[in-house]
């Protein structure tokens, strides 16, 4: 089982569409979570960082499930400009703070 | 700033042919990574380094080496190059004392025949 883990999709949405990936992570000993967003045949952007208590950023919200080891990611009002993949990251934990793991990413196409 | 640089942008081996490939980042983190990103598999850890003289395996080491030297410097080595090798490479920085953010570079696309 990987240690982080996301649907793959694709979503396919219309504009304006409100919609949401989940990811999964198997090391309970993980303190910290991020969203990244990356454009084809580009390098991985950070999108947010996922705080214990939740968060914001304008039209994403960001949440974390210690208990149930699962953060998600919601889009309200969906713009064409959002298609891209979103990769969840998690670290290794206290000891590992250096290893920062991927999941596949999940692919979001907003069309118009 | 130049941030994160990776050199060679591109490169074709033979199979069986070792090459390097080099990462060097001007922000003085502390914490350097290597990915490697193939189609549908996300970035997939290789290796990563937690200072200087420090080095730790990811999920796919094998048939890939790294050193550091130094803070700035986080080099790839691979030995025998395989047609599985055949991929995107990424290097990585960050500083613990941030966010956590990852700095890429723009990556290397390593063709093994």
């Known amino acids: 089982r990987k240690e982080v883990e996301q649907d793959p999709g694709p979503f396919n949405v219309p504009e304006g569409?409100?919609?949401?990936f989940n990811c999964t992570y198997?090391?309970?000993?993980?303190?910290?979570?991020?969203?990244?967003r990356q454009d084809c045949r580009k390098e991985p952007k950070l999108l947010m960082s996922v705080y214990s208590s939740g968060n914001e950023d304008g039209r994403f919200t960001a949440q974390l499930n210690r208990a149930s080891q699962y953060i998600s990611l919601l889009i309200r009002d969906s713009k064409l400009s959002?298609?891209?993949?979103?990769l969840c990251v998690v670290n290794g934990g206290s000891g590992n703070t250096g290893k920062?793991?991927?999941?596949?990413?999940t692919t979001l196409q907003v069309k118009p | 700033n130049a941030g994160v640089t990776?050199?060679?942008?591109?490169?074709?081996?033979?199979?069986g042919q070792s090459m390097t490939l080099q990462c060097a980042q001007d922000m003085n983190h502390e914490y350097m990574s290597w990915y490697r990103q193939d189609p549908g598999m996300g970035l997939r850890l290789i290796h990563y380094s937690v200072g200087a003289g420090i080095t730790d395996q990811g999920e796919v080491p094998n048939g890939y080496n790294v050193s550091r030297s130094t803070t700035e410097d986080f080099p790839l080595r691979l030995l025998s190059a395989a047609p599985s090798q055949t991929s995107v490479y990424f290097c990585a920085s960050f500083s613990q004392g941030d966010t956590g953010e990852l700095f890429f570079g723009e990556g290397s696309r390593l063709t093994v025949l």
């Open chain 1, 82 to 86: 959002d298609s891209a993949t979103y």
């Open chain 2, 6 to 15: 990776q050199t060679p942008k591109f490169q074709v081996l033979k199979t």
């Open chain 1, 26 to 36: 198997s090391n309970s000993a993980s303190q910290s979570f991020f969203w990244y």
């Open chain 1, 100 to 105: 920062l793991i991927f999941g596949q990413g």
């Open chain 1, 17 to 20: 569409a409100t919609v949401a």
